[in-house]
T-cell receptor, first 109, second 115 residues
């Protein structure tokens, strides 16, 4: 069983709508959690990093949250755009890095 | 634009052939990685390096080898390709500042198909 579980596996939303992606982890000890965006045919690009003491962090229309007690993180995308269509990967770091399988987001016009 | 480059982008090759996937970065990063990525699955670490003359095996059992003769160059070699090697291969680099606080910078990958 993967130590980093993401849900949903895939998601289709209309342009302009908001959505929330989930990441649950069992990795311990915890150092940080990072969200990556991977466009089709490209490598992943870091969106944001959350450390143990941080609850919320925003990067433009992306807002990440972290609950270190329940070992859950979310990535909220506001006012989605067609360019948000991508896979979003959660990576939890401790002694090494553990990757989630990603959520495939499709934004339709 | 990424400062880490992978070639080729696509490769179709027959079983038994020897291949080398190239990866170069211009950021002066000490740490470099090779990952395997299959659709709907998490990335799996194949090899990594802390710097010149350092190479380590990752989690994924692999029949590949790597070398790190120069900081900027981290090629991956398959001595005898098999259909099970068909996958996407991603190269990445990062500054080594401890605790993985530095982000990974990825190349755009090599899509390998072994027939």
């Amino acid at each position: 069983k993967n130590q980093v579980e993401q849900s949903p596996q895939s998601l289709i939303i209309l342009e302009g709508k908001n959505c929330t992606l989930q990441c649950n982890y069992t990795v311990s000890p915890f150092s940080n959690l990072r969200w990556y965006k991977q466009d089709t045919g490209r490598g992943p690009v870091s969106l944001t990093i959350m450390t143990f003491s941080e609850n919320t962090k925003s990067n433009g229309r992306y807002t990440a949250t972290l609950d270190a007690d329940t070992k859950q993180s979310s990535l909220h995308i506001t006012a989605s755009q067609l360019s948000d269509s991508a896979s979003y990967i959660c990576v939890v770091s401790a002694c090494d890095m553990r990757f989630g399988a990603g959520t495939r987001l499709t934004v339709k016009p | 634009e990424a400062d880490i480059y992978q070639t080729p982008r696509y490769l179709v090759i027959g079983t038994g052939k020897k291949i080398t996937l190239e990866c170069s970065q211009t950021m002066g990063h000490d740490k470099m990685y090779w990952y395997q990525q299959d659709p709907g699955m998490e990335l799996h670490l194949i090899h990594y390096s802390y710097g010149v003359n350092s190479t380590e095996k990752g989690d994924l059992s692999s029949e590949s080898t790597v070398s790190r003769i120069r900081t900027e160059h981290f090629p991956l070699t398959l001595e005898s390709a098999r259909p099970s090697h068909t996958s996407q291969y991603l190269c990445a680099s990062s500054e080594w500042v401890g605790s993985y606080n530095s982000p990974l910078h990825f190349g755009n990958g090599t899509r390998l198909t072994v027939t």
